[in-house]
């Protein structure tokens, strides 16, 4: 797509949201306080039944202060149906999946941040390299189930929306630093106030770490992440019409020293924190841009929210692929199988871990095929949002509507370099680069969506449906004649209530049509993913103790997966899907939470999340892809536990707090299916699985009134060394123990 026809788009997009009323989020009140939280949906904090329908969890600020979380893998380890798969330790690009979907990359949920889509490119390239720094977030919402219709263009499993922090009322700011193990930094500062109905805020952060891995031979393996946010809104009212125009505008950047590269197991049991020396050049550069005008209107009991956005994000990243022999051509042994057969490629991986030199006498040469995936995205669009609440005969109405346009693309600008191995230093031959993916796809997408919440006498109904109409695109740079347009229509119905019991319980259930979009590249081959989704359950909350129950159904027609660097390593397999049949899955959500009074001085508040989950392929084939092989009817999906749990409990008082958090993650499957043996091809064997992994976190914290607060916390307090992943090139840890002491100010 040409420069002049984004600018074209872009005035376009523009000039729609000047005529309109452009927007913002609506207004979330909590009981205890009148803070204004921008979010999606409101969500009642824990003090009275929710009624709303649907499963629907929010996390409050107070709640993210507990532990002082940087990576959203932990954070999210204490909601129901939530699935991960860690990488890094640190959560720089979290795997995240709801009720059994592959958490790869985050790409089949939609995220939002401040209610407007987040990813680089959520239609045309959902995966998520980009994760808000989550330091700077005051609220968190995950809606599952039919709670989620509202959110898309991903509805086989929920929505996670990021709060970030709201303009004060009042001039109002706060400073955050913290110093931990491993080089661990923290600076976290925000100022606020009003000055003639004009509001403002400013935020930034500054996060990094030399990082806990040791290379081979020396390196860097840590990282540095920067984020700062300016808001700005006007307000005024006339003839009782309440208007609030807003203005949001983001900076991020990251530099981390990551690779894909694990270890053999052997090596794992040695030392989990090793990385060898052929990681020594790995670097992440990243930079992203958010601009959001806005404009919320308020008139008696309509509301009418719009959002004219636009994201930028830049990505390069240089890492291993693979290794090459004297020509310059690809070695027939992968790296995952050279790690996980290092007594059958002796020589190559002696090269991986620096022990020998590219170039040997009397030893064939092997160099280093480091590639550089070199990525730009833009997306932007306009996003109208109402609600309207009437009372028709004896029912109560909550009419919920909105329309989309939004237009996202990705430019692929890969290439590689080849790089040599001397004396346990990799350096670069400075020999032309070799261009590799050189393409484009883009996404022009119409979503509309229409809910009515019905509520008479005990019974609230919610009867909605969201239509998605999908304009793809897709060409080789190099190749004139590869080039692919296709349209993609979809309805998507969905059915929840909820039945108030009494004033302290009520039943929920919910029925829904989910649905995945297929990327521009992909022909008619590829099927749709989709699925009918089914949800039943109860709540119970009394003012001290909050119980919730929900079971789950998911029905797929088809399940289909995508090979990307991250979780295939099969570099002829990039970006293809793949069709994986019917698949259902199953399972049980509870969660339970007390605070029990101690004394008249000390609460102790405790809490407990257990979630069963059970995925399974209905049919047998064989596939090409990676983490499903041949698969027989009744094979569970990879990378979802069937079990895992937390438990929270704490002692508070006005001034200080302690807390512990245990959560526990069965083990999981890498592979659905089986695989050829690599010593005896004819032999089906099945793929190792992750470790089961039990940690604990310990927090404190200490609150001297006008002078401030101080806290510590331990993460991984027994400093289990666990293997979270073998995807896709040998087994890699969590972050081992991790001691952080900070002081938090506020004004």
């Keep these: 797509m040409t420069n002049t026809h984004i600018l074209r788009k872009s005035a376009l997009a523009i000039a729609l949201g000047l005529a309109l009323p452009t927007a913002f989020a609506q207004e979330l009140k909590s009981d205890q306080a009148n803070d204004e939280l921008e979010h999606i949906q409101i969500l009642s904090h824990y003090d009275k039944l929710r009624t709303e329908a649907g499963s629907a969890t929010l996390i409050t600020e107070a709640d993210l202060e507990k532990f002082e979380y940087d990576d959203i893998h932990r954070l999210l380890s ?29 790409k089949k949920i939609t995220i939002l941040e401040d209610g407007v889509l987040i990813g680089p490119s959520p239609y045309s390239a959902p995966a998520a390299y980009y994760f808000p720094v989550i330091t700077r977030v005051t609220g968190v919402e995950v809606f599952k189930g039919p709670a989620a219709i509202k959110y898309g263009p991903q509805t086989v499993a929920g929505t996670i929306n990021l709060v970030t922090r709201q303009i004060p009322e009042f001039t109002e700011g706060g400073i955050d630093v913290a110093v931990g193990s491993d080089g661990y930094q923290k600076v976290h500062g925000h100022f606020g106030s009003v000055v003639n109905n004009v509001g403002f805020l400013l935020e930034g952060v500054s996060l990094k770490a030399d990082g806990f891995k040791e290379i081979d031979g020396g390196g860097d393996s840590g990282f540095e992440k920067n984020d700062i946010l300016a808001k700005f809104n006007y307000q005024l009212s006339e003839d009782g019409i309440d208007h609030k125009f807003g203005l949001k505008l983001s900076y991020a950047d ?6 894909y590269l694990g270890l053999t197991d052997d090596d794992f049991a040695q030392n989990p924190y090793r990385r060898y020396a052929a990681t020594q050049p790995a670097l992440m550069d990243t930079k992203h841009t958010q601009v959001i005008f806005s404009h919320n209107l308020e008139y008696k009991d309509l509301s009418v929210t719009s959002r004219l956005y636009r994201n930028d994000y830049e990505r390069a990243w240089l890492k ?13 042994a992968s790296l995952s199988s050279i790690l996980a057969k290092p007594e059958k490629y002796e020589l190559e991986y002696a090269v991986i871990t620096g022990k020998q030199d590219s170039v040997s006498d009397g030893q064939p040469e092997i160099y280093l095929n480091m590639g550089t995936n070199d990525r730009a995205y833009y997306s932007q669009g306009l996003q109208i949002d109402a609600t309207y609440e009437f009372k028709l005969f004896d029912t109560e109405h909550k009419l919920s509507s909105g329309l989309r346009f939004h237009q996202d693309e990705i430019e692929r600008k890969h290439f590689e370099e080849t790089y040599g191995m001397r004396a346990g230093k990799a ?3 400075g020999q032309d680069i070799r261009p590799t993916t050189r393409n484009v796809e883009s996404t022009d997408a119409w979503s509309v969506y229409l809910e009515d919440q019905i509520t008479f006498n005990a019974l609230t109904l919610g009867l909605g449906v969201r239509g998605e109409l999908m304009k793809m695109h897709h060409h080789e740079n ?3 004649s590869n080039w692919l347009d296709k349209t993609t229509r979809i309805w998507l119905p969905g059915l929840s209530g909820f039945y108030k019991l009494n004033e302290e319980s009520g039943l929920l259930f919910g029925v829904h049509k989910g649905f995945v979009p297929s990327a521009p590249s992909q022909t008619t081959n590829i099927e749709l993913e989709k699925s009918i989704n089914y949800e039943f359950g109860g709540r119970f909350n009394d003012g001290v103790t909050e119980f ?28 293809q899907e793949f069709n994986g049949g019917e698949v259902d899955v199953y399972g049980v959500e509870t969660q339970f939470a007390q605070t029990y009074p101690l004394n008249l001085q000390v609460d102790i508040p405790y809490s407990f999340v257990y979630t069963y989950t059970h995925g399974e392929f209905k049919n047998s084939f064989k596939s090409d892809f990676a983490q499903w092989g041949n698969v027989t009817a009744g094979d569970s999906l990879p990378y979802v536990p069937k079990h895992q749990f937390s438990f929270n409990i704490g002692l508070e008082s006005s001034n200080w707090k302690l807390n512990m958090a245990i959560s526990n993650i069965a083990s999981l499957e890498e592979m659905a299916g089986t695989v050829a043996d690599i010593d005896n091809p004819s032999e089906q064997v099945r793929a190792a699985k992750t470790d089961r ?7 404190a914290s200490y609150d001297f009134d006008k002078y401030g607060r101080i806290y510590a916390k331990i993460d991984n307090l027994f400093d289990e060394a666990n293997i979270v992943s073998r995807r896709p090139y040998g087994a890699r840890p969590g972050k081992p123990r991790q001691f952080t002491i900070g002081y938090k100010y506020q004004f």
Excluded: H, M, W
């Design 478 to 480: 190099t190749d004139a």
């Design 548 to 575: 919730e129950v929900v079971g789950f159904f998911n029905d797929y027609s088809n399940l289909k997966e995508s090979c990307g660097f991250s979780n295939c390593g099969n570099i002829n397999q990039l970006d």
């Design 254 to 259: 990251e530099v981390s020293n990551e690779t």
């Design 320 to 332: 291993l692929g693979g290794l090459l022999d004297r020509r310059l051509n690809a070695l027939d």
């Design 78 to 106: 204490k909601v129901p149906g939530v699935n991960i798969r860690e990488e890094d330790g640190y959560g720089l690009r979290p795997n995240i999946g709801f009720r059994g979907v592959t958490p790869e990359r985050s």
């Design 427 to 429: 350096f670069n031959l």
């Design 693 to 699: 992994t039990t940690t604990v976190d310990l927090s």
